[in-house]
């Protein structure tokens, strides 16, 4: 499987952007970006994923490097409620051998500041 | 939908018992996964569905089965329970779809379980 890099802690303050960053340098062709979050005591849940062109939702924003080898969450306004650890992975396209197949690393801890 | 739902949410269990915890999700997902997650740490895979009779091992297989003879149940058994095996398990599913989009995997509320 392609792995993920991503730093193990980051701090905003309330009320500014953040931006997560995320390295997959083995990424193949064919792979998926996703990320999740996970709050406090609860499962991780769905954020956004993206394939090659920038994406946008209501949660967040991903941007994707024109060669793929990295991508970035961004949260445009933290809030109190996004502080959680978010993890980046890659996942590969329905129908590949490991498709069903999903792992997840350590993620980044993101704690904001009031 | 009910989603995917996880019992028990909380079991405490002696060392070299057995027991089998359940996963079941009602939206006909093929894919279905089982993690754990120790304090301050990731998630780990230890086992995987892609269908009904099909597993395959994770990450972190060792000291726990699995079966999945229906779409809706995936329970994980563990076989003889050590204290390196207390930890966070959650279950997962998500779609086969062939658009992207209906990637989206939905987790479970969790099973703490200790071993003492």
């Known amino acids: 499987d392609a792995k993920t890099t991503q730093p193990n802690s980051m701090e905003s303050n309330e009320e500014e952007p953040v931006h997560l960053p995320c390295n997959h340098s083995?990424?193949?062709?064919?792979?998926?970006i996703h990320w999740y979050r996970q709050l406090p005591s609860q499962g991780p849940e769905y954020v956004i994923h993206?394939?090659?062109s920038n994406v946008n939702n209501r949660m967040a924003s991903l941007a994707i490097a024109e060669d793929r080898k990295s991508s970035t969450l961004i949260l445009h306004r933290a809030t109190l409620r996004d502080a959680a650890v978010y993890y980046c992975?890659?996942?590969?396209?329905?129908?590949?051998?490991?498709?069903?197949?999903?792992?997840f690393g350590d993620g980044t801890t993101l704690t904001v500041k009031p | 939908n009910a989603g995917v739902t996880q019992t028990p949410k909380f079991q405490v269990l002696k060392t070299g018992q057995s027991m089998t915890l359940q996963c079941a999700q009602d939206?006909?997902?093929?894919?279905m996964s089982w993690y754990r997650q120790d304090p301050g740490m990731g998630l780990r895979l230890i086992h995987y569905?892609?269908?009904?009779?099909?597993?395959d091992q994770g990450e972190v297989p060792n000291g726990y089965n699995v079966s999945r003879s229906t779409t809706e149940d995936f329970p994980l058994r563990l076989l003889s329970a050590a204290p390196s095996q207390t930890s966070v398990y959650f279950c997962?599913?998500?779609?086969?779809?062939?658009?992207?989009?209906?990637?989206?995997?939905?987790f479970g509320p969790g099973t703490r379980l200790t071993v003492l």
């Open positions: 997962a599913s998500r779609t086969r779809g062939s658009s992207a989009g209906a990637d989206t995997q939905y």
């Open positions: 083995t990424i193949s062709g064919t792979d998926y």
């Open positions: 993206g394939l090659t």
């Open positions: 992975i890659l996942r590969d396209p329905p129908g590949n051998t490991n498709a069903g197949k999903s792992t």
């Open positions: 939206m006909n997902h093929e894919y």
């Open positions: 569905s892609v269908g009904a009779g099909i597993t």
